[in-house]
């Protein structure tokens, strides 16, 4: 055999000459694979069910305002899980338990076993898990699916996300076109009730715990007003009993000082100015009469008679004073004294915390109504657009290409078997070979018969 240094394309094509027959054995084989595979295998028929994710609502429903600004990166993420969603174990066990009812699946269902395994009697994990007696928990359901059919039903469904759209392809294979469209269609409608249970769910969560939160902030608020309330009632009591003390002194004193009278008023003031006046003329009086003059006694009265208005309107005073102040002991003793934590506070303070609890409790109440409304008035987020349809082609076997594929093969299995022969090969058949086997010089050739 030549070197395979000095070899050319002559050289090669003699030698698929000289072992065509390997050659054309191994294409031969191939082509009877195929047609073996194509008969053995059984035809698997493809259905798909389109269904729609649409976009959680930005905007709230009562106000208008602006809940969220999605990124075109968030809002795919959110498509992109929800899709993946549609392969969850619980969603797939309510599916098959549906599929059983009506009768679509046996329930003997099982993933399959890869061939090196099946040839030594082996076992899926999924399998030997089922035997012994693990299921998946179908929801409300009352028996348990096993999870062999699970992994079967997971391994005949593929989810298709179509790119730049809101849809997404749901892909079921089967042997048997009509049940291929039933368990896709199913699937879809499982799809759909699960997403609309996940939020109702969602939504009467949201609303138990916003109602919780506003009757804790409703709490804290009465606390606050009953604190505040207490609180400004005592400063008020207070000073009405100042504001008493003050003309009850002024009243029973014996000599009234004018310029410092604890109240004023428009009777107070003009006989503030009468008294002024009568004093006035009483000292002009005095430098010019003698005591017991009848102008100066006149005076005198005059003076007199304005002081006790005065003390009559102080008293008049006191009295409202005492009115007020018992009317502020009453309203004290009608409210609840606040805690120990409330009454160390200042008034400022509780009003403060009055006006925030007061701003978060509008703000829950609002935001109870929108959840409230939303829940009610927005429909699913996932629909179905298109239901399954079996093709009537199946998608397996690919007879075409398993033929090519066996052929390709049986062909590159010959080709190397031939040049796999050849190097093996040990008999000298051309000068070439004696030169390159005995290095010995040729002396002659003796010219075929």
């Not at 090669?12 to 194509?38: E, F, P, Q, T």
């Not at 939303?374 to 009537?392: F, Y």
């Amino acid at each position: 055999m030549a070197k395979t240094s000095d070899m050319d394309l002559r050289d090669y094509g003699r030698i698929l000459a000289r072992r065509k027959w390997w050659v054309l054995g191994s294409v031969v084989c191939g082509a009877a694979l195929a047609m073996v595979l194509n008969t053995i295998t059984d035809p698997v028929y493809r259905a798909t069910v389109r269904i729609q994710i649409s976009r959680e609502p930005t905007r709230s429903l009562l106000t208008g305002e602006m809940l969220e600004n999605p990124t075109a990166q968030s809002d795919n993420l959110a498509m992109y899980t929800a899709a993946e969603l549609i392969t969850n174990r619980k969603l797939l066990a309510r599916a098959v338990a549906t599929l059983r009812q009506h009768g679509v699946l046996a329930g003997n269902e099982k993933p399959g076993v890869p061939w090196y395994r099946a040839l030594f009697g082996g076992r899926s994990a999924t399998a030997a898990v089922a035997q012994l007696g693990g299921a998946t928990d179908a929801g409300d359901l009352a028996d348990p699916v096993p999870q062999s059919q699970v992994d079967w039903l997971l391994s005949h469904i593929s989810v298709e996300p179509v790119r730049d759209t809101r849809l997404v392809n749901i892909h079921v294979e089967h042997s048997k076109p009509r049940s291929a469209e039933q368990i896709a269609n199913t699937v879809a409608d499982m799809f759909v009730q699960y997403q609309v249970e996940q939020r109702s769910a969602g939504s009467s969560n949201l609303v138990t715990y916003l109602t919780t939160q506003i009757q804790e902030v409703r709490q804290s608020l009465q606390a606050a007003e009953r604190a505040s309330a207490h609180l400004k009632a005592s400063g008020e009591r207070a000073g009405a009993a100042e504001r008493y003390a003050r003309l009850r002194d002024a009243a029973a004193s014996e000599n009234i000082d004018i310029e410092r009278l604890p109240v004023r008023s428009a009777n107070l003031d003009a006989l503030k100015k009468q008294l002024l006046d009568s004093e006035t003329e009483l000292a002009k009086a005095r430098g010019i009469y003698r005591d017991r003059h009848p102008r100066l006694v006149m005076l005198e009265s005059e003076n007199a008679s304005i002081r006790a208005n005065i003390r009559r309107e102080l008293e008049d005073a006191a009295a409202a004073a005492r009115a007020e102040l018992n009317a502020a002991d009453a309203r004290t003793r009608s409210l609840t004294a606040p805690d120990e934590g409330s009454g160390s506070r200042n008034l400022a303070t509780l009003e403060s915390e009055v006006t925030n609890q007061r701003e978060l409790y509008n703000a829950l109440l609002t935001k109870l109504k929108e959840a409230e409304i939303t829940g009610q008035a927005r429909g699913p987020l996932v629909e179905v657009i298109e239901p399954a349809s079996a093709n009537s082609t199946p998608v397996r076997p690919r007879k075409l290409l398993n033929f090519v594929v066996c052929l390709f093969a049986g062909l590159t299995v010959g080709t190397g078997l031939a040049f796999l022969r050849e190097y093996l090969r040990r008999t000298i058949r051309t000068p070439q070979d004696v030169d390159d086997y005995l290095q010995l010089p040729v002396m002659g050739l003796i010219p075929k018969a």
